[in-house]
Each structure stands twice: as structure tokens, then as C-alpha cells.
């Protein structure tokens, strides 16, 4: 970076700029002139950081020149965004109705013991956070969990380690 | 358009289309308690408490959101009416503290006062109490959350009317909490003290930091030569404290309590606010000579200052240099009173009586103080001084009148009316004309600029020129003209902001008030003490022209710059 390009707003700071800032520009600026647009971009900057640290809200708040308490509002609103950071892998059991009546409970005790994190946690190693989530529309194949993109249906607690295993594996 | 007509409890009324049931109600003398609605914010219906039945639905309905009708009968009063009050009241309860014998609203709080109406004798639920953690981080503004009851009033203030945004909701749920962004505290953000949060908010989740400790402990330090201030909007509402009449004026009884408290001298603001006039006045002209740095913009309001400071960095050359009347009025304290006194600067203890809670923040900036001292050094609000009036046990309302001590007690007219919006234009007016055109204004009230709409314009004639100007009041209204300035759409040689609605008589430190003509009976005080004055125009003060004779010299003069003008800097709006 040349010198004259070098940020020198914030102290603490080196000048040096995460390049995932330039993604989060271009999601900015393909919605800013969107009515309600704010959840998308949270949600595409999410993708681009893993979680949303608070200096990624401000810059947020201010590339879309909003408040930033209303971004906060947001954040801290939907279980969906993370204020904190997360595993490589995100395991959600879903925590609905017929889910919790078919045994998520014990599959929720399986994973904490196999990763030894309580939900919500994410292990040290940060391949893997544990999370529950609300009924996800699949109740034909309760209990059923989530990592990342992939389902899994009709899942007992003697196949948590076998799952956990395979996402280890592709490391 | 054709009006609704509609039936309230038995009584036809008729309404304009766009009312509510609420509105329909009140014009039916029909009274429905409410709590998170307030009349001068944008409706939320979250709370619930002003349900009504209306025949022929299934459910309650929110009046205060729900839009009357032709033909609709509605019952404010039924049964399940008053039981689903009583249990919205009980729920509000059941995870609030019990302090009530101990809390700042004690006697003014909407909760309070709810339960009372409503005759809610025991609270059927328990409900987890939070143990959230004091903000305290401001200078001016205390938040509770654990007081809160999450009406949202103070977030829609901010937002809306004062476009600041401090604070918002977070979470969701029982775990929803009115903070600010990753609770990071109010004097991190962009806050700007204005206290417009704790006039609107029904109980004491948000409250003035009270200084009234500091006061005390200065009073009976006998070392201490104490000197008070008081702004002109606390002599027109502090009566509304002890069961005056609102908008009764008691400057009188006023200083004669401030005495009894013990203050060794009693001045008033007024005087500050006849030099901030002069001062003002002068460096207004001598921007139109040179054609620069205009519109010249007010700034006795420290909220409205704060708020150009986060918001407007790149507009902080158009306001007026000029230190608040509480600031100027502080310099002089500790340089030409403790000079002509033989009193040393520091044994002066100074404390301001404000309508105001961004006066705490100003009153504490770097830039107002000499020597290590700072120029004021406590402020307390209107309400704050009610406080040690009662607890003093002074009879207010049964004083005896007294009078400011000289000189810096000695006020025109023109000082009075800065505390109410359009005051400080009037004021600046009646003595620029006077000044640039050496003729004597025979008209000094200039009804052009009074009034209580959010912005107001006027054209004045000044010698051979057209002077434009501009009154605003709040925030949000101030941020709408400063972009039309910006894009070229709006030009004026002055303009007044301040930063509450109504100017410093609506302050957020003034008393709590459920009048809703409030504003207008303060102003009419203000109006009518300057009526009454002998000398209305600032730069006829003889105590402000025996300043500048045996003291600072010149208006704008060099002296004059280094007591009683100030600069400002940007500050972060994320």
C-alpha cells in the first residue's frame, strides 16, 4: 500500500486493511438503494467475517450513512447473526416441536459432551460451534440438525461422533 | 373530507378522518389511560394499556394506533376492559423494582401513577427481576435498564425528533433492553445530552446525573464563596413544582429560595444571555460585511453544539463563536466578579440552574476554564433545585419576593426571551438594528419570529438589506435545513437552533408536565416578564455597558474573544 492510501483514522491501526472490507464495499454498494436492504447486507457481511465484530457493524452503519443502534438492533435481534466468533462448521439442532419431542434433547447432550462446549460455544480449535435453532420446516425427519448446508434427518446421539468425524476429516 | 362518526361510551362524537379511537375518545372528554403513547412522538401501540372494546371484534384494541371509524361503538370502561389493564399494569410490575419510596420519580412516575388508577391492589405475578448494570458514563444522562419498561419513548425522541439515535432496542424478548450500541455507554456515542429521553420517559430508567450532592457540600463549606446563576426558562416552570399554576413566573420567590439554600450572591443568567446578544450581535455584522462564514448559526444550545459536532464537522465554521450565556456568564465569574470583589477565583464556588441537561456536559468542556479551574463548576436542573427546595423545607409557594443582587443580577428583556425558541433571533434582532442602523427601534417585539413551529422563517428589513433568518427548534428539524443548506436550497444570514422543541422552556431537565399545552403557558411567562422590563434590549443593560467600559473593552474586542468565545471539533458519529 502506498503511503498516501494508508489509513490513518483509527488508533491502534497499522494502516493495513482487511480485504474482506472490499467485499463488504461491493455487497454496500449492489443494495444501498434498497428499501430494508440492512439484513441482507448483514447477512452476505456475515458470510464474507464468519460472525460480526462490532468494528464490521460501524463500518456497516457508516457505509450505509444509518444509525449505528439501529444496526446493533438488528444484530442482536435475530439468533441468526453472530456477535461472536464462530467454527469453521455451524451445527444447529433444531430445537422445534416435533424435533424436541422425538429426542433433540439428548442429541444437544451428545454433541456438548463430544465437543465439550455448551451451546452457543464454539470449540478452541474453532472448527466447530454448537448451536440450537427453531423449528426449520423438516419436521418429517425429526430430529434433525444442520452443519452448515448439509441436513441431516432421523439422527440418534450414536451418530454425533460419527458426523463430527467427517467434517474433521476434511480438514 | 367527511368526518367519522363514531360512539364512545354512549357519547356520539365526530372526528376528522386519520384520527384514532384515542383522539376520538379525548374529544368525547372520555379519558383512556395510555403509557407507552406520548403526544409529540410518532405512535407505537406496543404497551397495550389504552385497549378499548369496540363491538363487533373479536379482540381488544390498541386505541391509541387503531383508527376510528364511521359507525363504530366502542366501550373504554367494560369489564375486560379494566381487567386486562390491571393485569398489563401487574405484569409491567411483576419484574420492576419495589423501590418506589426511594426513586427519583417517586410522585412522577407514569407507572406509578397507572397502578394507582387503576386500582392495582396486589400483583398476582412474580417476574424476574434484572440486575443490568448503571450507565453512567455520561456527564448528564443516568440510564437504568433495570427501571425500564421498554415503552420506547425515548428511542423514538431520539430518533425522530432528534435524529440522534443514541440508543435503540436491542435483543429480543425478556431479554430486550433499551441500550446503547454493544452497550458501550451514552458518552461513547453520538449523545448529545439534550435530555429530551428522560423528559418523555414515564419512569426513572432515565434521569439527570444529579449534582445536587456537590451543591450541598459547597454550601456549607464556609471557605467557599458560593454564586449562583439561573437560567431564564427555570423561573417559568419551576413553580409547576410546588403545585403553582403552570406557566406561572416566580423569579421572585425563586431567588429569595436560592437564598435560603444559603448562596452567598444570586445573579442571573439573563445577564450572560445580554452580553451572548451583544457579542453575538456584533460578530453577525461583521460577518455580513465581509460576506463570510454565513449563515451565522446560535450557539447557546449545547445540545444543538454537541450535535454539529458528531453530525455537521464540515458546518462548525457557520456557528457563532460566541460561548452559551451560562458559559460567558462563568467566565466573568471567575475573572471580572472575583477581580472587583477581591475574591479568589478559586474559592468561588459557581453553580448554574439550568432547564437543561447538556448544560452538565458544556459546563465540564476543556475549552470553558482558565487555570485549572473550570468557569462553572456544578449544574443542576430546574427539577434538581426543586429537590433541595423541599428538602431545605422551604415553603415556596409563601416566600417573599427578592431580588437578584448586582451586578450581574441586571437583565433586559431581550435576556428573558432567550429561553423559549425564536428568543435569542428576537433578541439578536432588537439590537442589530439598532447597532448597524443608529436609529432607535420603536417596535422591539417582533412577532414574526415567535411561535412554536418546528421551523420558522422571516425577513427583516436592516438598513437598505433584507436580513433572512431562521428559527428551529430540534434536532431533526435543524438537520433538514442544514442539508438544504448544503445543497444549495435554502440561504439565510442567521439562524436560532435549539436543540429541544419549544427552545430551553421544553429542556430536558425541566419539570415533568402532562400539560399539553406546557410550552405555551412557559413561553407566555417569558413574554410577559420581558414585557414588563424597563430595559429590553440587550445593549442597553447599564451593567453590560459598565462591563465593556471598565473591563473587556471593545464588543468582539480582544479581551472579549478570550473570555467569551469558545471553538469547537468534530466528534465521531460511529
Not at chain 2, 410546588?242 to 436560592?258: C, Y
Not at chain 2, 461583521?286 to 458546518?315: D, T
Not at chain 2, 429542556?507 to 399545552?517: A, H, I, N, V
Not at chain 2, 462591563?547 to 464588543?555: D, V
Request: hydrophobic share 40%; charged share 25%.
Amino acid at each position: 500500500m502506498s503511503d498516501e492510501k494508508k489509513c490513518i483514522t483509527c488508533p491502534g491501526c497499522d494502516g493495513a486493511r482487511d480485504p474482506k472490507y472490499d467485499e463488504v464495499d461491493k455487497v454496500i454498494a449492489k443494495y444501498r438503494n434498497l428499501e430494508g436492504a440492512l439484513i441482507m447486507i448483514l447477512h452476505q457481511t456475515q458470510e464474507i467475517f464468519g460472525y460480526l465484530p462490532e468494528e464490521v457493524q460501524r463500518y456497516v452503519a457508516k457505509g450505509l450513512n444509518i444509525p449505528l443502534a439501529d444496526v446493533y438492533g438488528v444484530t442482536t435481534f435475530y439468533s441468526y447473526f453472530s456477535l461472536t466468533p464462530r467454527g469453521k462448521y455451524r451445527i444447529a439442532v433444531c430445537m422445534g416441536t416435533a424435533c424436541y419431542v422425538r429426542g433433540a434433547g439428548s442429541l444437544v447432550s451428545a454433541f456438548e459432551k463430544e465437543l465439550a462446549v455448551k451451546v452457543g460455544g464454539t470449540t478452541p480449535d474453532r472448527l466447530f460451534t454448537l448451536e440450537v435453532s427453531r423449528c426449520i420446516g423438516a419436521c418429517g425427519l425429526a430430529p434433525v440438525l444442520t452443519v452448515n448446508e448439509d441436513v441431516y434427518g432421523n439422527i440418534g446421539p450414536e451418530r454425533v461422533a460419527g458426523i463430527l468425524a467427517k467434517y474433521r476429516d476434511r480438514q | 373530507m367527511e368526518r367519522i362518526k363514531l360512539t364512545i361510551d354512549s357519547t356520539p362524537v365526530e372526528v376528522d378522518p386519520g384520527s384514532t379511537v384515542l383522539d376520538a375518545a379525548k374529544k368525547a372528554g372520555v379519558h383512556i389511560p395510555t403509557l407507552c403513547y406520548h403526544p409529540e412522538l410518532k405512535l407505537e401501540g406496543s404497551c397495550r394499556i389504552c385497549v378499548v372494546e369496540i363491538e363487533g371484534m373479536k379482540n381488544l384494541a390498541a386505541s391509541c394506533v387503531y383508527p376510528a371509524a364511521n359507525g363504530m361503538v366502542v366501550r373504554t370502561n367494560s369489564e375486560v376492559v379494566r381487567k386486562t389493564r390491571k393485569s398489563i399494569v401487574e405484569l409491567l410490575l411483576a419484574n420492576h423494582p419495589e423501590d418506589c419510596l426511594v426513586c427519583p420519580r417517586h410522585g412522577t412516575c407514569e407507572l406509578q401513577d397507572l397502578s394507582h388508577q387503576l386500582s392495582v391492589r396486589k400483583v398476582r405475578f412474580r417476574g424476574e427481576k434484572r440486575e443490568l448494570a448503571l450507565d453512567e458514563s455520561s456527564i448528564a444522562v443516568v440510564r437504568d435498564p433495570n427501571k425500564c419498561i421498554l415503552c420506547g419513548r425515548c428511542i423514538r425522541i431520539c430518533e425522530h425528533t432528534q435524529k440522534v439515535s443514541a440508543i435503540g432496542l436491542a435483543g429480543r424478548g425478556s431479554r430486550a433492553v433499551v441500550t446503547t450500541p454493544f452497550n458501550r455507554g451514552l458518552a461513547e456515542g453520538p449523545c448529545v445530552a439534550c435530555g429530551q429521553c428522560i423528559k418523555v420517559c414515564p419512569v426513572a430508567a432515565l434521569r439527570e446525573r444529579d449534582a445536587s450532592e456537590q451543591v450541598w457540600k459547597a454550601l456549607s463549606n464556609s471557605t467557599l464563596h458560593t454564586v449562583v446563576q439561573v437560567a431564564p426558562a427555570v423561573r417559568a416552570a419551576l413553580g409547576e413544582e410546588f403545585g403553582l399554576r403552570p406557566g406561572a413566573l416566580v423569579t421572585e420567590k425563586m431567588v429569595s429560595a436560592l437564598r435560603k439554600l444559603g448562596f452567598n450572591r444570586v445573579f442571573d443568567t439573563q445577564f450572560g444571555a445580554d452580553l451572548t446578544v451583544v457579542e453575538e450581535g456584533h460578530e453577525l455584522l461583521h460577518r455580513l460585511e465581509r460576506n463570510e462564514n454565513l449563515p451565522q448559526i446560535s450557539s447557546c444550545s449545547p445540545g444543538w453544539v454537541k450535535y454539529a459536532e458528531h453530525f455537521f464537522p464540515e458546518m462548525l465554521n457557520l456557528v457563532s463563536t460566541c460561548k452559551s450565556p451560562q458559559q460567558m456568564f462563568g467566565a466573568l465569574v471567575k475573572t471580572y466578579y472575583a477581580e472587583k470583589f477581591g475574591i479568589a477565583a478559586r474559592d468561588i464556588f459557581h453553580v448554574a440552574v439550568m432547564p437543561c441537561t447538556a448544560k452538565k456536559f458544556e459546563a465540564s468542556r476543556e475549552e470553558m476554564g482558565r487555570d485549572g479551574l473550570q468557569d462553572v463548576d456544578a449544574v443542576i436542573t430546574t427539577r434538581e433545585l426543586a429537590f433541595m427546595i423541599k428538602e431545605a423545607g422551604i415553603d415556596f409557594a409563601n416566600l417573599p419576593d427578592s431580588e437578584f443582587d448586582l451586578p450581574l443580577g441586571m437583565s433586559s428583556g431581550a435576556g428573558t426571551i432567550f429561553g423559549v425558541t425564536g428568543g435569542v433571533t428576537e433578541a439578536v434582532l432588537r439590537s442589530v438594528y439598532e447597532i448597524k442602523t443608529g436609529k432607535e427601534l420603536e417596535e422591539v417585539e417582533f412577532q414574526a419570529v415567535r411561535g412554536f413551529g418546528g421551523v420558522r422563517e422571516a425577513q427583516i428589513p436592516l438598513n437598505g438589506m433584507t436580513l433572512r433568518v431562521a428559527i428551529v427548534n430540534s434536532l431533526g428539524q435543524a438537520e433538514k435545513i442544514l442539508n438544504k443548506i448544503k445543497a444549495g436550497e435554502a440561504s439565510y444570514h442567521f439562524i436560532e437552533i435549539m436543540g429541544c422543541l419549544g427552545g430551553c422552556i421544553g429542556g430536558g431537565g425541566q419539570p415533568f408536565s402532562k400539560d399539553p399545552d406546557i410550552k405555551q403557558k412557559r413561553a407566555s411567562a417569558l413574554y410577559r416578564q420581558d414585557h414588563l422590563k424597563r430595559v429590553r434590549k440587550a445593549h442597553e443593560n447599564p451593567a453590560i455597558k459598565e462591563l465593556y467600559r471598565s473591563f473587556l473593552g471593545e464588543p468582539n474586542g480582544e479581551k472579549a474573544h478570550d473570555l467569551l468565545h469558545t471553538h469547537y471539533h468534530a466528534r465521531p458519529r460511529y
